[in-house]
């Protein structure tokens, strides 16, 4: 059922209303998935993190269709897009910008750098330095940019879509947890059902699905939308089990680093978001339980005693959400 469905009938709305955030959603996820075939959830979840101005992180093997998502996401939203090719070279400055010397003006003009988007692409990050992937701290968490003594703000919506090869993986660095901490969730693709695999032979044989995809969405549609999502109900009971969730983590015996207290205000956030994509205006237990992994899993670092009974943290995580008493109704 499309997400245009779900909402009571009353039809099409501005887009900062209730009916208007679930038929723009719906535009924007029926072209995405003209290009990402067979993942409605991924492209959902990438949805959410969007309503919720948060950033996100695809991370899977390579030739899945990370960058293919990103770019997706990208076109459909009728904004400013910029991708970052990470590659061991790139400076902290080829992504924030640097300041030219004129010398007939005598005067120094700032070049923003590709950070100056409303979109930002990421293409696997992990194989930047670590002194280059610091670049995004500031940007991620604070929406500026500050270059030779002066801070710069970055215009809403921005959002961070990065990709990355598993760690393990040749030529990688391995994101630092500040890094981690300020996407808001992280998904991985997949590989396809056999029948997307076939349907992809067809649809990518001759062009690329995202030669055809065009704009269906304005960044003011969006700007309109995060104003919404940010006036659904969250319960004082809803907002007791993110915390207890949260708190869960840095307690257990599988974990050696919990979520930070940033993990509660996403996951509160991307539960608000994915409320209003289901036409609610208050918060679920569901909503935080179906996002409580792609938002808490990749900032927790499990125990040795973990590590070798492979234990995941998307299985602690799990774990925690099913013993987790759930609020009850107010």
């Not at 879509?161 to 981690?180: F, W």
């Not at 044989?205 to 969405?217: C, I, T």
Request: proline share 8%; charged share 20%.
């Amino acid at each position: 059922m499309s997400l245009g469905t779900r909402y009571n009938g009353q039809g099409d709305g501005p887009p900062g209303s209730a009916a208007g955030v679930i038929a723009v959603a719906d535009r924007i996820r029926q072209a995405m998935e003209t290009v990402i075939e067979g993942k409605p959830e991924v492209v959902r979840i990438a949805l959410t993190v969007l309503l919720a101005e948060g950033h996100l992180l695809i991370e899977d093997i390579p030739g899945v269709g990370k960058t293919m998502l990103a770019k997706a996401l990208g076109r459909a939203v009728d904004c400013s897009v910029q991708r970052i090719q990470f590659t061991p070279d790139l400076l902290p400055s080829d992504i924030t910008g640097v300041s030219v010397y004129h010398q007939e003006r005598h005067e120094f003009e700032f070049n923003p750098g590709p950070v100056f988007a409303n979109i930002v692409l990421g293409d696997e990050i992990n194989r930047a330095s670590p002194k280059t992937q610091a670049a995004l701290l500031e940007c991620m968490a604070e929406m500026q940019v500050s270059v030779d003594g002066e801070t710069r703000p970055l215009e809403r919506p921005f959002m961070v879509v990065a990709t990355q090869n598993p760690g393990d993986m040749e030529g990688t660095y391995p994101l630092p947890e500040a890094q981690r901490d300020r996407f808001m969730a992280r998904i991985s693709v997949g590989y396809p059902t056999a029948q997307a695999e076939l349907d992809m032979i067809d649809s990518h044989s001759a062009s690329s699905p995202l030669d055809e995809l065009a704009a269906v969405a304005a960044a003011a549609d969006v700007r309109s939308m995060v104003d919404h999502v940010r006036t659904i109900h969250v319960a004082p009971g809803m907002r007791r089990y993110a915390v207890d969730l949260v708190t869960a983590t840095r307690t257990s015996r599988a974990l050696r680093l919990g979520a930070s207290p940033r993990a509660t205000l996403h996951l509160v956030r991307a539960a608000r978001a994915y409320a209003a994509l289901e036409g609610r205006e208050y918060v679920v237990p569901d909503d935080v339980q179906t996002l409580a992994v792609p938002v808490l899993a990749h900032r927790l670092l499990p125990s040795a005693e973990a590590q070798m009974e492979r234990h995941t943290p998307e299985r602690v995580v799990s774990d925690i959400v099913a013993r987790l008493p759930i609020p009850a109704p107010h």
